[in-house]
Nanobody, 123 residues
Framework: QVQVAESGGGLVQAGDSLRLSCAASGRTISDSDVGWFRQAPGKEREFVAAISWTGGNTYYKDSVQGRFTISRDNAKNTVYLQMNSLKPEDTAVYYC????????????????WGQGTQVTVSS
């Protein structure tokens, strides 16, 4: 069983940066693809970014490409999401998820989820 926990969210102004962390416990996620998703009020959970277990492949939602960077430190059992040039439309609860079977872009294909961390970007 894997537990994942997100941290690093907060209230920032447009143009600011945040770094989210997804720390795993229980067992290693170094052999697992990991994804970041977000959910804004009244909207469905959507894909933001994903990283392969080796870290060699990364994937991004079009609207965050060039602003967000996903990375991992397998020695620390942690995945990061560096978010730069934040916009009000990035406001959401951000979740990390691990152990995917199928598409990295589909939230229902992931097995383990954290509780989420709130990111609020003011204009």
């Amino acid at each position: 069983q894997v537990q994942v926990a997100e941290s690093g969210g907060g209230l920032v102004q447009a143009g600011d940066s945040l770094r989210l962390s997804c720390a795993a416990s229980g067992r290693t996620i170094s052999d697992s693809d990991v994804g970041w998703f977000r959910q804004a009020p009244g909207k469905e959970r959507e894909f933001v970014a994903a990283i392969s277990w080796t870290g060699g492949n990364t994937y991004y939602k079009d609207s965050v490409q060039g602003r967000f960077t996903i990375s991992r430190d397998n020695a620390k059992n942690t995945v990061y999401l560096q978010m730069n040039s934040l916009k009000p439309e990035d406001t959401a609860v951000y979740y990390c998820a691990a152990s995917v079977v199928g598409s990295l872009l589909r939230p229902d294909h992931y097995r383990y989820w954290g509780q989420g961390t709130q990111v609020t970007v003011s204009s």
